[in-house]
């Protein structure tokens, strides 16, 4: 018999922190100027921030890029987000690094990850 996999629960909002998230994206749109992508960029990692946590998104984005958006957004990753969230899992260099604790190596890009921004089926 084929073993099924159960599924990852994301624990929802709470009323709080929905509307948190709501009036950044609505603060952050009605004071950006600029060009949509990178607003629409912002946004995602905003959402997808919640599910993987501030580890992955440092992996993910350029130094550069992360400020960038943390502006628009007008927070700060590593103080909004947790270090990891429910699918943190789903990346596949962040568990590779985790393997070889060198997360930071990783990052700085002492050791090159490659394909650093997929996320796996599982």
Aim: net charge positive; no cysteine.
């Amino acid at each position: 018999m084929a073993k099924v996999k159960k599924p990852v629960r994301i624990p929802p909002l709470s009323p709080e922190e929905a509307l948190k998230y709501l009036q950044i994206v609505e603060q952050a749109t009605a004071r950006f100027t600029g060009v949509f992508d990178e607003l629409e960029s912002a946004l995602g990692m905003l959402m997808l921030g919640r599910l993987v946590g501030w580890r992955v998104l440092v992996l993910i984005h350029s130094k550069s890029t992360l400020r960038k958006y943390e502006k628009i957004l007008d927070i700060n990753v590593r103080e909004f987000f947790e270090p990891e969230g429910p699918l943190t899992h789903k990346s596949a260099s962040y568990e590779f690094l985790q393997k070889l604790g060198a997360f930071w190596k990783g990052v700085s890009g002492d050791i090159k990850v490659e394909n650093r921004r997929e996320l796996t089926k599982s």
